[in-house]
Nanobody
Framework: VQLQASGGGSVQAGGSLRLSCAAS????????MGWFRQAPGKEREFVAG???????TYKDPVKGRSTISRDNAKNMVYLQMNSLKPEDTAVYYC?????????????????????WGQGTLVTVSS
């Protein structure tokens, strides 16, 4: 599967962005999907995930400010981010876990994901 992330940009603190991830292929609905981010000089970290079961998890720093969703008919996954903070500045990646059907909840380690998009840059200024 190929993933294409989009929707990043530059916003002021308190603003919102909606990231989108388009997936190719016919097996999208069988994958657990995740959003990760990587800030300069830091490791890539899990942000949010949505399983084939519909179960959703969020990393604490974005919990309450972000909403992940998927549209299996369109092969799309989204990340709505509100009340953005400067510490949210990072390159955001969508990823697909092809073992997703075996896991009710999304996994949160980078090595557990098989396919990655190219990333979209989010810059939040204070």
């Amino acid at each position: 599967v190929q993933l294409q992330a989009s929707g990043g940009g530059s916003v002021q603190a308190g603003g919102s962005l909606r990231l989108s991830c388009a997936a190719s292929g016919r097996s999208f609905s069988r994958y657990n999907m995740g959003w990760f981010r990587q800030a300069p000089g830091k490791e890539r970290e899990f942000v949010a995930g949505i399983a084939t079961s519909g179960f959703i998890t969020y990393k604490d720093p974005v919990k309450g400010r972000s909403t992940i969703s998927r549209d299996n008919a369109k092969n799309m996954v989204y990340l709505q981010m509100n009340s953005l903070k400067p510490e949210d500045t990072a390159v955001y990646y969508c990823a697909a876990d092809r073992s997703g059907s075996a896991y009710y909840t999304p996994r949160d380690r980078t090595y557990e994901y098989d396919y990655w998009g190219q990333g979209t840059l989010v810059t939040v200024s204070s």
